[in-house]
């Protein structure tokens, strides 16, 4: 068994709760309230620009260049490609890059980029990408599901777009990407060094599923830095 497959076996019922979560069943619908979506917007926008800062260590602490490149394509992707995507729409919401660099980071939020850049400080490259592989993963394996049970909807959901950029071939070509240097770099580990890693995986899992939680049940933030 690849590693990666063990990783998935051990947070798959957590995973499951994602797909059923109301704020992506909204999405798939294309229901969710668009100030509860807004909200998601500002708060992953942040998150996205303290996200980078961890595959910058692990710039830092790549043993060669093939790894340099993959964390680097890792910082160029987040800040281009999908926060593209969150800005697209937050201008079609009313909200400016400049508004949105102005909100706090809500509490949830604040806690998972801190619990990712505390091990990007102080662990290896297996445990920096055990605290980020949760968040791209998860979001292919969220948008597969959504277009693959709301496809007939998908040109008249105003989230279409979203749906589209996390299950795109791009996307997966990514995701794949670091599935594959995950089993790589992790292979022939002890059981103890598994339990290990996956520790930090399951809890980047969690504060997945808070980051849903945040989202759909706080109200957009209005306080400014």
Request: charged fraction near 25%; charge should be negative; glycine fraction near 4%.
């Amino acid at each position: 068994m690849k590693f990666t497959e063990y990783l998935f076996e051990e947070n798959k019922e957590l995973w499951e709760q994602y797909l059923v979560h109301p704020f992506i069943t909204e999405i798939g619908e294309g229901t969710l309230p668009k100030e509860k979506f807004l909200n998601y917007l500002i708060q992953d926008y942040l998150y996205l620009k303290e996200f980078v800062r961890v595959f910058a260590m692990g710039v830092v602490k790549a043993k060669s260049i093939e790894e340099m490149k993959l964390f680097s394509s890792a910082i160029g992707g987040s800040i281009e490609d999908e926060a593209a995507t969150h800005i697209k729409y937050m201008e079609q919401l009313g909200v400016s890059i400049e508004d949105a660099e102005k909100c706090y980071l809500k509490i949830n939020n604040r806690s998972y980029v801190s619990y990712m850049q505390s091990i990007s400080l102080t662990g290896s490259l297996k445990e920096i990408v055990m605290a980020t592989l949760p968040c791209t993963w998860s979001y292919y394996f969220i948008g597969e599901y959504l277009l693959e049970n709301y496809r007939d909807n998908l040109l008249e959901n105003y989230y279409g777009d979203w749906i589209k950029s996390y299950s795109g071939h791009e996307f997966k070509d990514v995701v794949e990407k670091w599935i594959d240097y995950t089993n790589e770099l992790c292979s022939n580990l002890t059981q103890d060094e598994k339990v290990s890693l996956n520790t930090i995986f399951n809890q980047a899992s969690i504060y997945e599923m808070d980051f849903w939680e945040m989202a759909y049940e706080d109200l957009l933030e209005k306080e400014m830095v």
